[in-house]
């Protein structure tokens, strides 16, 4: 989910190399885990953290995205999905399960109205 298109429910949405941090919470444990983001559509986030989860896990996540004038928090639940293991630790997409269609919607807006599309 690198700077692309994510598909869902015959929609598109982009998605961006994204600065920011957060915090995912396993269900099932309670167990906190800090993540930096690596990019996010309105569907969807791809994060990196130093601790390996079990794929299919049920989670929360809080994402802080920086801004120069203010900071977007947002609060999302969903299932880890692909892992990969790099030099800078395990990469997950976390698909959101629980957002309605509005807030999709103004994430959506807010994510193409902060970055230059040509570049996505």
């Known amino acids: 989910m690198k700077g692309g298109l994510v598909m869902t429910n ?23 885990i800090p993540f930096r983001l690596v990019s996010m559509s309105a569907v969807c986030a791809l994060i990196c953290m130093e601790e ?3 794929i ?12 120069g004038f203010f900071d977007v928090k947002i609060n999302a639940e969903g299932i880890s999905k692909m892992s990969n293991q790099s030099d800078s630790g395990y990469q997950y997409e976390i ?9 999709i919607n103004e994430i959506n807006e807010l994510l193409i109205n902060s970055f230059d599309l040509s570049y996505a």
Not at 11 to 32: D, Q
Not at 56 to 67: A, D, E, F, G, T
Not at 95 to 103: A, G, K, M, N, R
Request: avoid cysteine; proline fraction near 4%.
């Open 95 to 103: 698909p959101f399960t629980s957002l309605s269609e509005d807030e």
């Open 52 to 54: 390996e989860i079990d």
């Open 56 to 67: 299919s896990s049920q989670v929360k996540i809080q994402i802080v995205l920086k801004s």
């Open 10 to 32: 015959d929609k598109e949405y982009p998605s961006f190399n994204i600065a920011g941090n957060g915090r995912l919470e396993i269900v099932s444990s309670g167990k906190t």
